[in-house]
Each structure stands twice: as structure tokens, then as C-alpha cells.
């Protein structure tokens, strides 16, 4: 279905969602989006071109809970559109192009549980910004050169129980503090979960 459709579905009280998995969604659609739109609690758009104009309409929806942008480049003004965002709980962005400064908006967010995110212009020094949002549970990091010293800031988030980590630059020696120190904390590296006979971890 259309935007247009989906959004005339929701209008109805027939949904709460806008998905798009195949067709290729731009800004411009996403100027339907309205303030009084709060029955839209899911966004995502896996084949979008979504850039940070896009997202000062997304961050109008007042009760939206998850929002999913693939292939979408949203730099550091995008997040701070979202950032003050009063009910957002996952943030999936992996194909951004955001900085550690865009990241620090995100401290913002009170409701932050879920953060999905790879950027190419993110280096280790995220994990400081990271460190900072305390309310996550979840972190998934795509393509961020993360090392010993970001894996131990990260561990400080007091809620995480869950940490994918893909292409980070953690050693062996990294990792075995991390399970000395954070048995509980679920581990995937590189897609694979972490545990002690997982001879290649990096």
C-alpha cells in the first residue's frame, strides 16, 4: 500500500503502523505525516532515501514508539530533530551518517531502550556518548571501531542486558574482562554469540 493508504488505515482506527519493505520512500511522502497522527506508534522504511528534512516529520508524531530508516544517510541534525522525542523506544538506524555529537543528543531521549546504528563517520570515541544513555537495554553498533576501553564505558549503562557489537576492534583479552565482569549481558560479535569457546573474537 501506498503511504497515503496506510495513512488513511490508521486515520480509521484500523492500525498503528506505516511499513514499507520493497517501495522506495523519500521525504516528500513523508510530509503526509501529521501531528495529530497518534495512533502511529510504528515507522519503518527499509528502501528509503530519507534524509534529516524527513525526519522533522517523523519527530511530529507524538506517540510513535519505533522508528526503522534503512539506507536512509541522517546526519547529526536528524537526531537532534528526534532527540527530544517523549515516548521513542527503539532507534534503528544502521546506514546513518551521523557523529559522537549526534549521538550526545541522544541522552535526550527519556524513553530509549533499543539503539541500532552504524555510520562510517563514528569512532571509538562514541562509547563515551554511548556511556550516556542510560536508559538502554539493548545496543547494536554496525561498522564502529569500538575498543577495550569503549567496551568498559559501555558496560557502565546501568539497564543493558543485550550487546551486538559487529566490525568493532575489541581484543580477546577485552572480551574476557567483559564476561569476568558482565556475565549476564546477552553478546553477539560479528553476528555470532560471544561465549568462551568462540576462538576468533576480536
Known amino acids: 500500500m501506498t503511504i497515503q493508504e496506510q495513512l488513511t488505515n490508521g486515520r480509521s482506527g484500523s492500525g498503528s503502523k506505516v511499513q514499507f519493505v520493497e517501495s522506495q520512500i523519500d521525504d516528500d511522502a513523508l510530509q503526509l505525516l501529521d501531528a495529530s497522527d497518534d495512533w502511529l506508534k510504528t515507522l519503518t522504511v527499509d528502501r528509503g532515501r530519507i534524509t534529516d528534512e524527513g525526519m522533522r516529520a517523523v519527530a511530529r508524531l507524538p506517540e510513535l514508539i519505533h522508528l526503522r530508516l534503512r539506507e536512509s544517510p541522517i546526519t547529526d541534525a536528524g537526531l537532534r530533530e528526534i532527540a527530544q522525542h ?12 551521523v557523529t559522537t555529537e549526534g549521538v550526545r543528543e541522544l541522552a535526550q531521549l527519556p524513553s530509549l531502550k533499543n539503539l541500532r546504528l552504524g555510520s562510517e563517520r563514528l569512532g571509538p570515541e562514541v562509547a563515551d556518548a554511548i556511556s550516556k544513555l542510560e536508559s538502554l537495554r539493548t545496543l547494536h553498533l554496525i561498522g564502529v571501531p569500538i575498543n577495550d576501553d569503549g567496551l568498559k564505558q559501555i558496560a557502565t549503562l546501568p539497564r543493558l542486558s543485550s550487546l551486538y557489537l559487529d566490525d568493532a ?9 567483559f564476561q569476568e565482569n558482565h556475565p549476564k549481558i546477552h553478546v553477539h560479535v560479528n553476528q555470532r554469540h560471544l561465549d568462551r569457546s568462540l576462538p576468533d573474537h576480536h
Open 169 to 177: 576492534e575489541v581484543s580477546g583479552e577485552g572480551w574476557d574482562w
Open 86 to 97: 517523549p515516548k521513542l523506544q527503539i532507534l534503528n538506524l544502521p546506514q546513518s551518517m
